[in-house]
């Protein structure tokens, strides 16, 4: 079955830097779009950037942008997302998710992790 395994969540001071990791199996790793997702307490899940299947392609959502980079390695099946320059309201579980579109809609990914924590300390 498919899995998808988050790591690399922790605490991490406001302006410090923290790369999370996904590891894939079970699927066929290169066909699928993989996407960053973050949900904060009471809020609803959001977009933080997504890579196409080769890594030609990446988009990111405004509030990350030029401070997060998504990468992956198809060979390892995994995907990383390198977190820089941290915010307070950075704070949520971050979740890893797949699908065959790459897109911004949670709804549009079949696959997903079970989420790491990831607090910035101000």
């Known amino acids: 079955q498919v899995q998808l395994v988050e790591s690399g969540g922790g605490l991490v001071q406001a302006g410090g830097s923290l790369r999370l990791s996904c590891a894939a199996s079970?699927?066929?790793?290169?066909?699928?779009?993989m996407g960053w997702f973050r949900q904060a307490p009471g809020k609803e899940r959001e977009f933080v950037a997504s890579?196409?299947?080769?890594?030609?392609?990446?988009h990111y959502a405004d509030s990350v942008k030029g401070r997060f980079t998504i990468s992956r390695d198809n060979a390892e099946k995994m995907v990383y997302l390198q977190m820089s320059s941290a915010r307070p309201e950075d704070t949520a579980v971050y979740y890893c998710?797949?699908?065959?579109?790459?897109?911004?809609?949670?709804?549009?990914?079949?696959?997903w992790g079970q989420g790491t924590q990831v607090i910035v300390s101000s």
């Open positions: 998710a797949a699908g065959r579109l790459i897109v911004t809609e949670a709804g549009k990914y079949d696959y």
């Open positions: 079970g699927l066929t790793f290169s066909s699928y779009h």
């Open positions: 890579i196409s299947r080769y890594g030609s392609i990446t």
